[in-house]
């Protein structure tokens, strides 16, 4: 008595093409990562981020480290004092351009100012210490919230800003003149 097994099995070659492409399979892959920029031996940005993946010649272009499940970054000034934080769903860093990418649920609180902003999508220069977003944003401050329905600049700590196509109620002063 004998007994014959036959397997077969069938390869997807879509599916094996994604093992060798450096967009889906990054050198790297860390857990509970915190990572510090400095500049001048002043700490200037504290990162940390449940998960990190690194591309080293992802998408054909650059290199990218990719935040799948989100970041905070807090922005230190020269003191080491916090100035603001930066929560986002969703992060891409481009390596060579030194440009963060941040998507989902994007705040950014200034905490010297105590504004805070909301929008889906902002890109962070490092090299230029520049932050914006062409989404729609949100501001809200103690005086009051500001829509821009076509986004913003500021600088990197969010202390100052120009809203793109603002709109909003904001408690304003009168100021009272004495024409005597």
Same mark, same amino acid.
């Given at each position: 008595?004998?007994?014959?097994?036959?397997?077969?099995?069938?390869?997807?070659?879509?599916?094996?093409? !994604?093992?060798?492409?450096?967009?889906?399979?990054?050198?790297?892959?860390? %857990?509970?990562?915190?990572?510090?920029? %400095?500049? *001048?031996?002043?700490?200037?940005?504290?990162?940390?981020?449940?998960?990190?993946?690194?591309?080293?010649?992802?998408?054909?272009?650059?290199? !990218?480290?990719?935040?799948?499940?989100?970041?905070?970054?807090?922005?230190?000034?020269?003191?080491?004092?916090?100035? %603001?934080?930066?929560?986002?769903?969703?992060?891409?860093?481009?390596? !060579?351009?030194?440009?963060?990418?941040?998507?989902?649920?994007?705040?950014? !609180?200034?905490?010297?100012?105590?504004?805070?902003?909301?929008?889906?999508?902002?890109?962070?220069?490092?090299?230029?210490?520049?932050?914006?977003?062409?989404?729609?944003?949100?501001?809200?401050?103690? @005086?009051?919230? @500001?829509?821009?329905?076509?986004?913003?600049?500021?600088?990197?700590?969010?202390?100052?800003?120009?809203?793109?196509? *603002?709109?909003?109620?904001?408690?304003?002063?009168?100021?009272?003149?004495?024409?005597?």
């Amino acid at each position: 008595m004998g007994i014959t097994l036959v397997f077969s099995c069938r390869n997807d070659i879509e599916k094996i093409g !994604k093992f060798n492409n450096p967009d889906t399979m990054p050198t790297a892959h860390a %857990s509970q990562v915190e990572i510090i920029v %400095s500049d *001048s031996f002043f700490v200037r940005v504290k990162i940390v981020a449940p998960e990190l993946k690194e591309f080293p010649t992802a998408d054909s272009l650059e290199p !990218k480290t990719e935040f799948p499940q989100g970041l905070v970054a807090t922005f230190f000034d020269k003191s080491m004092q916090v100035e %603001s934080t930066l929560v986002a769903g969703y992060a891409i860093y481009h390596t !060579k351009r030194q440009l963060f990418e941040a998507s989902k649920n994007v705040v950014i !609180k200034n905490l010297t100012q105590d504004q805070e902003l909301h929008t889906d999508m902002l890109w962070w220069d490092e090299k230029d210490s520049k932050i914006w977003s062409d989404q729609p944003v949100t501001i809200i401050t103690a @005086t009051g919230t @500001t829509y821009g329905d076509s986004g913003f600049e500021a600088d990197q700590n969010f202390t100052s800003y120009n809203i793109l196509k *603002s709109h909003g109620q904001m408690k304003v002063k009168d100021k009272i003149t004495d024409t005597k």
